[in-house]
């Protein structure tokens, strides 16, 4: 091919659209097998995105104004399933406890493994078997396994009791009572800080040694230089985390579902809004009212993601715009 | 005071701990002395965070050793005679057979594995790589599904896998991996294909190679990292997983570990702790175990792209 063009471009007139074309021809080639080979590859996300996302979404969203019930075939009732949500007193607690729990979880784990990160930050000999041993929770902490000892460490006889005993304490069983049932899923939920950490950690390492020698000079003590060095060039990471957090704290199922013995008890104190959803949707087959509750849930977390990004300008800054 | 702090604090990095730094000479014994004490304020500090924090797991160990005519409700996780009866009582317990479990679970757990290294890099590798009409789209509809909550595809898939018939079969748990539906590991290996240097691409084009054989002669050698970090968090996240079985796997012989474990608990409630803690200690096992030596992996590619 290129001995052929090279004599044609010195000769102007029966060349001009001779090497051209095979040269159009062989690029608009390359481009359609890129094309080919480019939805070749994604061919089984795209049947996934069709099949397993988006048209059961698209499914869902019209299950929600129908009384579906699996047995028999849906029926349009409008609004019905959003209009009994608006008075169903189960769902107003399992809202309230789902608020909770996010609202105190989530700055118990970012407080929580930025603190650690902090220390371990500190040039510290055995780092990596601090770092792995602190991580480890966050690997295990939704499974059945975690939330089987849960029930025991704060059960009636469990650990926690048995600490409080040797100070002279009595305590109850943590679990059983519906005024501290929740924290329990709290405590465990800051327990599995550890994924946290580990990017917060990463985060600090990048953090310029003399950036904190700068402050020092004009004498920032160390709160101020927390303040003002450390959480303003972390801010990535603090919305990154409290992104994934949040929205992993709205999802947690498993823990509050064995826990309770997946009643959401005592009196719902434990229900979760994703276990409220499940027991409609799968213990009582109201498929509709269940679908109606997963978009409601959709619609909060597009809600709250967007606000997150849209405040984000104001408080999030990224090294480059010093 | 402040400048104390911060020369000890400069002073644990270990890349500053050479410099000298003659004005701070004059308070050298002192540094070296607070230095000491901060450091071990600091691994104490560490340690009891640790201890409290890797308590309830210890403990869990011990109990599943402990003889079945000692207390539970004690804080103390070592026990004075420790028997492996537990493990062999909770193994076969009534109708719960955890062979069978440990079986299923593995079975679901290696294709959903194998459906997610296939899937998730073949996407990747397209996103990352080729060009084609909406790509952008389609990029952007990937990353919209990352924060989807699995909810709200939750009851049309089970009226879907229902229509099927595929109810009690591990099939709804498998097939959705092969079909890329884990949108983070594709972003993961996305992120990580645009890092590796695209004149290989153009050497393997140049020789010939087609875009089937850059994947798999370029691309795939290369993002081993990758890989091996999807493969190792799907497995801890399939191996954990507790509603997906929930919903699909209803017949005991067809329960994962998660199931069976929970199944446990339902039939026994409180009276049959160690054979229970048993069984939890041994569920969670393979993940404990993978972590480790994925440590170690980890460590060690990090060593290998260092030398690079």
Redesign the interface.
């Known amino acids: 091919m290129a001995t052929l063009s090279t004599p044609a471009a010195t000769a102007p007139e029966p060349a001009s659209h001779r090497p051209a074309a095979p040269g159009r021809s062989r690029s608009l080639n390359r481009r359609t097998r890129e094309a080919i080979a480019g939805y070749g590859f994604l061919a089984p996300w795209i049947a996934g995105m069709v099949l397993l996302t988006l048209g059961p979404m698209a499914y869902s969203l019209y299950l929600s104004f129908t009384d579906y019930d699996l047995m028999s075939s849906p029926n349009w009732i409008g609004l019905g399933n959003y209009e009994r949500m608006a008075a169903d007193p189960r769902l107003a607690s399992s809202v309230l406890v789902t608020l909770k729990y996010v609202a105190v979880s989530v700055p118990g784990v970012l407080a929580f493994s930025l603190g650690v990160a902090m220390i371990l930050n500190k040039g510290m000999r055995f780092l990596p078997f601090y770092r792995a041993a602190f991580y480890l929770p966050s690997l295990i902490g939704t499974s059945v396994a975690i939330a089987v000892l849960w029930r025991q460490v704060f059960g009636g006889d469990g650990i926690v009791n048995a600490a409080l005993g040797t100070l002279g304490i009595s305590g109850q069983s943590w679990i059983g009572d519906p005024d501290s049932a929740l924290w329990t899923l709290v405590v465990l939920n800051v327990w599995t800080f550890g994924s946290t950490m580990v990017i917060f950690l990463a985060g600090l390492r990048q953090i310029p040694t003399d950036l904190y020698e700068a402050a020092s000079v004009d004498g920032a003590g160390p709160i101020r230089r927390f303040l003002s060095v450390t959480v303003p060039l972390l801010t990535p990471l603090i919305f990154f985390n409290l992104l994934l957090t949040t929205v992993n704290a709205f999802q947690a199922f498993t823990p509050a579902y064995v826990v309770s013995g997946g009643t959401g008890g005592p009196l719902d104190s434990t229900l979760f809004y994703t276990l409220y959803l499940y027991l409609r949707g799968f213990a009582n087959l109201e498929m509709g009212y269940a679908s109606a509750m997963a978009w409601a849930l959709v619609v909060v977390l597009a809600v709250f993601t967007a606000a997150l990004f849209a405040s984000s300008r104001y408080w999030v800054h990224y090294g480059d715009e010093r | 005071m402040?400048?104390t702090?911060?020369s000890t604090?400069?002073a644990?990095?270990?890349h500053?701990a050479g410099r000298s730094r003659p004005p701070r000479q004059i308070f050298g014994r002192r540094v070296v002395r607070n230095r000491l004490l901060v450091g071990l304020v600091?691994?104490a500090?560490?340690i009891a965070?640790?201890t409290i924090?890797?308590?309830?797991?210890l403990?869990?160990v011990g109990?599943s050793l402990r003889p079945g005519n000692e207390a539970?409700?004690?804080?103390n996780f070592l026990t004075s005679n420790p028997t492996l009866e537990n493990y062999r009582e909770g193994w076969n317990f009534g109708q719960l057979n955890f062979s069978r479990f440990f079986l299923n679970s593995l079975a679901v757990t290696t294709l959903c594995v194998i459906g997610n290294v296939v899937?998730c890099s073949?996407?990747a590798?397209?996103?990352a790589r080729?060009?084609?009409?909406f790509?952008r789209i389609?990029f952007a509809?990937?990353l919209g599904?990352m924060?989807?909550?699995?909810?709200?595809?939750?009851?049309?898939?089970?009226?879907?896998f229902?229509e099927l018939a595929w109810i009690n079969t591990i099939l709804p748990l498998t097939v959705?991996k092969?079909?890329?539906?884990d949108a983070f590991f594709?972003f993961l290996m996305v992120q990580f294909i645009r890092t590796l240097p695209r004149d290989l691409d153009d050497a393997a084009l140049l020789d010939g190679c087609?875009?089937?054989g850059i994947?798999f002669r370029v691309v795939i050698p290369l993002s081993l990292p990758a890989l091996g970090t999807t493969a190792l968090f799907t497995f801890?996240n399939t191996?954990?997983d507790?509603?997906g079985p929930?919903?699909y796997l209803n017949r005991p012989e067809l329960w994962t570990v998660?199931?069976g474990?929970?199944g446990f608990?339902?039939a026994t409630g409180?009276s049959a702790?160690g054979p229970?803690?048993a069984m939890?200690?041994l569920?969670?096992a393979p993940?404990?175990g993978f972590?480790l030596v994925a440590?170690k992996l980890l460590?060690e590619g990090i060593a290998t792209t260092g030398l690079k």
């Open positions: 402040t400048a702090a911060t604090d400069r644990a990095r270990d500053s600091r691994h500090t560490l965070v640790l924090v890797l308590y309830p797991l403990w869990m109990a539970f409700g004690t804080l899937a073949m996407a590798y397209s996103f080729l060009n084609f009409p790509k389609m509809l990937m599904t924060l989807l909550p699995y909810h709200v595809t939750m009851v049309p898939q089970y009226v879907l229902n959705p092969f079909l890329a539906t594709i087609g875009h089937v994947f801890i191996w954990n507790f509603l929930l919903l998660t199931l474990l929970n608990l339902d409180e702790f229970l803690f939890a200690t569920s969670l993940v404990v972590f440590q460590v």
